[in-house]
Nanobody, 125 residues
Framework: QLQLVESGGGLAQPGGSLRLSCAAS????????IGWFRQAPGKEREGVSC????????NYAGSVNRRFTISRDNAANTVYLQMNSLKPEDTAVYYC??????????????????WGQGTQVTVSS
């Protein structure tokens, strides 16, 4: 079964940084666009950032633009999300997922599948 595993979440102070990783097992990430999504308590899951299969195209939600950076290392079969200048409103469970195409689409949840189990990010002083 194709599997994505997120890691790197935790507690950060406002203004701090965290780096999330999304590692694939049993398949090669290099063929697919990968997205990061998040879900805060009581809210719907939303797209945060997506990256095309070769990394040439990226997409960011307006709320994280210029603070978060998505990247990928296809040789390591891993996609990253560098999160800087964190805010309390970034608190959520963060998930990565795969799209069955090389392009990012619209970075919407219904376009992606093979969801990981998520990693909790909490931003609080």
């Amino acid at each position: 079964q194709l599997q994505l595993v997120e890691s790197g979440g935790g507690l950060a102070q406002p203004g701090g940084s965290l780096r999330l990783s999304c590692a694939a097992s049993r398949f090669t990430l290099a063929n697919y666009a990968i997205g990061w999504f998040r879900q805060a308590p009581g809210k719907e899951r939303e797209g945060v950032s997506c990256i095309s299969s070769r990394g040439g195209v990226t997409n960011y939600a307006g709320s994280v633009n210029r603070r978060f950076t998505i990247s990928r290392d296809n040789a390591a079969n891993t996609v990253y999300l560098q999160m800087n200048s964190l805010k309390p409103e970034d608190t959520a469970v963060y998930y990565c997922a795969k799209r069955d195409f090389s392009d990012v689409g619209r970075c919407r949840t219904f376009e992606y599948n093979n969801w990981g189990q998520g990693t909790q990010v909490t931003v609080s002083s």
